[in-house]
């Protein structure tokens, strides 16, 4: 992923991460990203991501030979199958990066306890324009793990599994507790795939050391925001230094193939609520506390073929 910059008045937060798009057979997830929303006028929507039919030449060694009802067999079932997949060293990929969606409430200038003024508004929106993190779409072939097409990472290194897929820089994909998990729900598709459906307990996630990236359930799963992107300083006009975020109602929606035992799609939606402090050094502006209202972070993973 591209190594985010952090920015500016508007809450220029943030990172790298996916979306909500394209490819063959169709499985129902709940995508509530701005773009969505706002093309289906509404609070919620139920969205088609689109996957194609995998194509294994080897199983996983996962038994499927029965889909789960229970919270922690369903828990289980895909903690297993995801950690096999990600073990895989021949795999292809497609990977869809949103990008994050930034909603900032309000920006209060922490002096005077009085929110930005309206003119300084379109600055940092430009800002924001010309810094926020785009969307990407990328295919990673992995061969002994490490990808032939030469994709790399936003510190210019070459994507492996282990720094492309969740969680990331991790040799696992998934590894949490039952407790750590609010619902689980699975369900088998027309097609004969099973679709498994995990929401993660909310967690509160403040940071203050650019070299400390607190721990939450959603790290052992998918992709979060970390602390060097985050706490850092925003091309010399200003540092943020502080961040309290809370992670709510954030899932994943993963669609495996039974025979194989692998995964054929994930989606992973993270949502995140919360604020920040920066000192900003733009036209003498000082220190500000910006609110987040819900921003998306979402990335999906389409595997076309594991040997």
């Not at 309290?244 to 799609?265: E, F, H, R």
Request: hydrophobic content about 40%; some cysteine; glycine content about 8%.
């Amino acid at each position: 992923m591209k190594k985010i910059i952090a920015l500016t008045l508007a809450v220029v937060l943030l990172f790298s991460f996916t979306g909500c798009s394209l490819l063959v057979k169709k499985v129902e997830v709940t995508c509530t990203c701005p773009g969505c929303l706002a093309a289906a006028g509404q609070k919620d929507q139920a969205s088609d991501v689109e996957y194609k039919k995998l194509q294994a030449s080897s199983k996983s060694g996962v038994d499927c030979s029965k889909l789960p009802t229970d919270k922690a067999g369903i828990v289980k079932l895909y903690t297993e199958v995801a950690n096999a997949t990600k073990a895989a060293k021949e795999q292809t990929v497609d990977v869809i990066a949103e990008g994050a969606k930034i909603q900032v409430g309000a920006i209060v200038v922490d002096e005077t306890g009085k929110e930005l003024a309206a003119s300084l508004m379109p600055t940092a929106n430009k800002l924001i324009d010309t810094f926020s993190p785009k969307p990407e779409e990328y295919t990673c072939v992995f061969s002994g793990g490490t990808d032939k097409n030469g994709n790399k990472t936003g510190d210019g290194e070459v994507r492996t599994t282990i720094n492309t897929l969740p969680a990331w820089n991790q040799d696992y994909m998934c590894e949490v507790a039952d407790d750590m998990i609010k619902d689980a729900k699975a369900e088998e598709l027309s097609d004969g795939y099973w679709k498994i459906t995990i929401v993660l307990n909310d967690a509160q996630c403040e940071m203050t050391d650019p070299k400390v990236t607190p721990d939450t359930p959603h790290a052992h799963c998918m992709g979060t925001v970390q602390a060097p992107d985050l706490l850092t300083d925003f091309g010399g006009n200003g540092t943020i230094y502080y961040a309290n975020l809370t992670y709510k109602d954030s899932a994943i929606v993963a669609v495996i193939d039974p025979d194989s035992g692998y995964l054929v799609q994930l989606h992973t939606s993270l949502f995140i609520y919360g604020d920040a402090k920066m000192d900003v050094k733009l036209m003498s502006i000082g220190k500000v506390t910006a609110g987040l209202e819900k921003t998306t972070f979402i990335n999906t993973y389409n595997w076309t073929t594991i040997a």
